[in-house]
């Protein structure tokens, strides 16, 4: 650091060369960039805001707990038995009049074939 003053002290009466001015221009241009609410540092709010969302709806749904009391799930289970029984029933209805269909489809054939026969 004692040569950094040194070295200040030495060019502080000359004018600023060439590459130090093109240094300048660059960290102005850096700096400028750095401070433009398009650009990093809008971003950068950007994304502290959202960052500081998700911790804030994180800490509140982490406080989030269900409990069912026991008298209800016995009658959630018993409901959905219920449903289950339901469903079964309508599905063997269903086969039974599948197959009443299928017989009628049959004998509708067989009639269309025995009436279509005594034509020709």
Do not use: W
């Not at 609410?37 to 709010?45: A, I, Y």
């Amino acid at each position: 650091q004692v040569l950094i003053k040194q070295e200040i002290q030495r060019k502080s009466g000359y004018a600023i060369q060439a590459d130090e001015e093109q240094l300048r221009v660059q960290l102005d241009t850096i700096q400028c960039e750095l401070n433009a609410p398009t650009q990093f540092k809008g971003r950068l709010n950007e994304l502290m805001s959202q960052i500081r969302m998700q911790n804030h709806f994180g800490a509140v749904k982490s406080e989030e707990r269900y409990y069912i009391d026991a008298d209800l799930l016995r009658e959630i289970k018993q409901h959905l038995k219920q449903q289950q029984e339901g469903l079964s029933h309508l599905i063997s209805i269903i086969k039974d009049d599948l197959e009443d269909i299928k017989l009628v489809e049959h004998g509708l054939n067989e009639t269309i074939h025995i009436r279509g026969g005594g034509f020709s």
